[in-house]
């Protein structure tokens, strides 16, 4: 596994906390190449605040970390040099793979590749994980979305932030390439 790509509307809220706290989670030495970036995503913005206090109880995740975070617009480059695309939602996985019917095998909502994840063989990682996932997946199911927790308050940025959390624990240990 080289690249993933975590990509919510905006940028600012859901896919830099899956970046940030994706990266927490697998460490320093990792393999993995963390990004996001939004679907109709603002340009140079940082992490919005509501949504930042939520990766406070994560040590890993360093002030200087949420300060230097800025948002960006998805693109096509982006899209074609990431190894696997997880989407906060299914209609942002829909939008990518409309721009880019042949990334198929590689876009998933985050709760439908956590499942996909949970129904596979535990022996696999990396590239092998993401092209067994991509056969047996099935329909991102919008009851696995992350909601957006964008001027909703503190507990809707908790609730975002514990259901990334879930999945996240689910996803990125078995993203890592086992040698």
Not at 1 to 29: D, H, K, Q, W
Not at 133 to 155: F, K, L, N
Not at 166 to 172: F, R
């Amino acid at each position: 596994m080289a690249t993933l790509l975590f990509v919510c509307s905006a940028n600012i809220c859901r896919s830099p906390y899956m970046e940030l706290a994706g990266r927490a989670m697998l460490g320093p030495e990792t393999t993995v190449e963390l990004s996001s970036a939004g679907t109709l995503g603002f340009i140079d913005k940082p992490m919005d605040p509501t949504m930042a206090t939520a990766l406070e109880h994560s040590p890993e995740v360093t002030p200087e970390q949420i300060a230097a975070f800025r948002s960006r617009r998805l693109t096509s480059e982006l899209v074609e040099k990431a190894d696997l695309v997880l989407t906060a939602e299914s209609e942002q996985r829909q939008f990518i793979l409309t721009e880019h019917p042949a990334a198929f095998r590689k876009v998933f909502s985050l709760g439908q590749f956590a499942a996909g994840v949970r129904r596979v063989d535990s022996t696999l990682s990396g590239l092998d994980l993401v092209d067994t996932v991509a056969t047996t997946s099935g329909v991102a199911q919008v009851r696995a979305d992350v909601a957006d927790p964008y001027r909703r308050g503190r507990r809707a940025a908790a609730a975002a932030a514990a259901q990334i959390d879930e999945l996240l624990a689910v996803v990125m240990p078995a993203l890592e390439e086992r040698r």
